[in-house]
């Protein structure tokens, strides 16, 4: 049971690149998250999804798009990276049918520069 | 808006002396609140959450929480700190609001505990 796991772990980029970030999770959970985290600031929520197929904005989304087409894999891309997409990313998942249902479980990290 | 606020950016204690880490909410209806523990280089762990019942919730790691209503507060508490505690701490809020998707974090207190 690896949990929540997130590739890459680093990645360096140009400005206008594009990249993707693929999070797996083992639990199979419902909803799933994507968050950057730049200091002094916590996390800030840039998508979600609470089910195959369906996704949603949250609180930073514009620069970026996902996807949900497995239940298991959530996607972040990039389409034109810029310098202000410099950051750590999270990927996190949770289930309503869970005992702890709040509780959201997160991987590793991605930390994403862009030159 | 729901909002959290941790009003520390670091805090100091001495190895074997009690810790507080404050936190302060701000949501409408019944609060559902998170403590997690960020350690250097890992994603997020979750620690303990109020949801309904006992003011005090105990937690992992020997890590308790009081929840007081009337001052909007979640300080996180631990009788004798451990050198192992230092770590990144994060005060969190679900956001009932959006339909209970969304958690919104406070931007992390950081805890040095010297030997």
């Known amino acids: 049971n690896a949990g929540v796991t997130q590739t890459p772990k680093f990645r360096v980029l140009k400005t206008g690149q594009s990249m993707t970030l693929l999070c797996a999770q083992d639990m199979n959970h419902e909803y799933m998250y994507w968050y950057r985290q730049d200091p002094g600031m916590g996390l800030r929520l840039i998508h979600y999804?609470?089910?195959?197929?369906?996704?949603a904005k949250g609180e930073v989304p514009d620069g970026y798009n996902v996807s949900r087409l497995k239940k298991q894999n959530f996607l972040l891309g990039l389409e034109s990276a810029a310098p202000s997409q410099t950051s750590v990313y999270f990927c996190a998942s949770s289930s309503p049918g869970h005992p702890l249902a709040d509780t959201q479980y997160f991987g590793p990290g991605t930390r994403l520069t862009v030159l | 808006a729901q909002s959290v606020a941790q009003p520390e950016d670091q805090v100091n204690v001495a190895e074997g002396n009690p810790l507080t880490v404050k936190c302060t909410y701000s949501v409408s209806g019944n609060p559902y609140l998170f403590w997690y523990v960020q350690y250097p280089n890992r994603g997020l762990q979750f620690l303990l959450k109020?949801?309904?019942?006992?003011?005090l919730v105990k937690g992992s790691y020997g890590f308790e929480a009081e929840f007081n209503k009337s001052q909007t507060s979640f300080h996180l508490k631990k009788p004798s700190a451990l050198v192992s505690d230092s770590a990144l701490y994060f005060c969190a809020v679900r956001d009932m609001n959006t339909g209970g998707f969304k958690t919104i974090f406070g931007a992390g207190t950081r805890l040095f505990v010297k030997a």
């Open positions: 999804s609470v089910g195959e197929g369906t996704t």
């Open positions: 109020y949801i309904t019942g006992d003011n």
